[in-house]
């Protein structure tokens, strides 16, 4: 096993479509092009530094994303205490309908593993977190390429479904006050037959 790693940890393979990124103070971004269920979707990447220095910064990213990775090292118990933290400032900053997944970063560094995969029924568990908030979870690797392709897809996926629910909802709403306003228009219009001799101009 490598004891690190040339591949930055939110890349994807290879496979897809790639603009370099841009650094910003404490973001990064990156395009790709991706295909879920056949459809070629083009999503923007934010990669917003962890360090409290640049929190001011990255926080104002949280506003307009649709979905959230929340990464810990699987290598670092501290990390994976600071997902918490990354919790509340999602719930406080990101959009209500925001999609999320935790991921387990360094899964290639078995031998220096802190955090376990599973650790049992106690309170903040990994599964228990996940379940907790509603959150998928996978381990992933940046230098094996370990479920970095099926984290962003299934991310992808996830941001599509919410997106067509809304879309759905806005459609019924829209339809309901359609019905609602010709109802009112029908109710307002005067009762028995228009006297033509009045209306018409001929
Ligand atoms: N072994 C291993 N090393 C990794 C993996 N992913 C990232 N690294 C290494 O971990 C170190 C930190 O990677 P960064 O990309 O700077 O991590 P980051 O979370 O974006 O860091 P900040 O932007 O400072 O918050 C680098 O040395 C990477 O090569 C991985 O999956 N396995």
Not at 10 to 39: H, N, Q, Y
Not at 176 to 198: C, H, I, T, Y
Request: with cysteine; charged share 30%.
């Amino acid at each position: 096993m490598p004891s690190f790693c040339q591949v930055k940890p939110k890349e994807l393979p290879s496979s897809a479509s790639t603009r370099p990124f841009r650094s910003v103070r404490g973001v990064d971004f990156k395009m790709k092009t991706i295909e879920v269920d056949g459809i070629k979707v083009r999503i923007q990447i934010w990669d917003t530094a962890g360090q409290e220095r640049y929190q001011t910064i990255t926080k104002q990213y949280y506003r307009r994303a649709q979905g959230i990775f929340l990464v810990y090292d699987i290598s670092s118990e501290r990390s994976y205490q600071h997902i918490m933290k990354w919790v509340s400032d999602v719930d406080e900053y990101a959009p209500e309908g925001v999609q999320k997944i935790l991921i387990g970063n360094k899964a290639d560094e078995e031998q220096k593993r802190q955090v376990g995969r599973e650790q049992g029924q106690q309170e903040c568990s990994l599964l228990q977190l996940a379940k907790e908030y509603g959150m998928d979870f996978y381990e992933t690797s940046a230098c094996t390429n370990l479920n970095i392709k099926e984290s962003f897809t299934r991310l992808t996926e996830l941001v599509l479904q919410a997106h067509r629910k809304e879309l759905d909802g806005v459609r019924t709403r829209a339809s309901k006050e359609l019905a609602l306003a010709e109802l009112e228009e029908d109710e307002s219009k005067p009762e028995g037959p228009v006297n033509s001799s009045k209306t018409c101009w001929c």
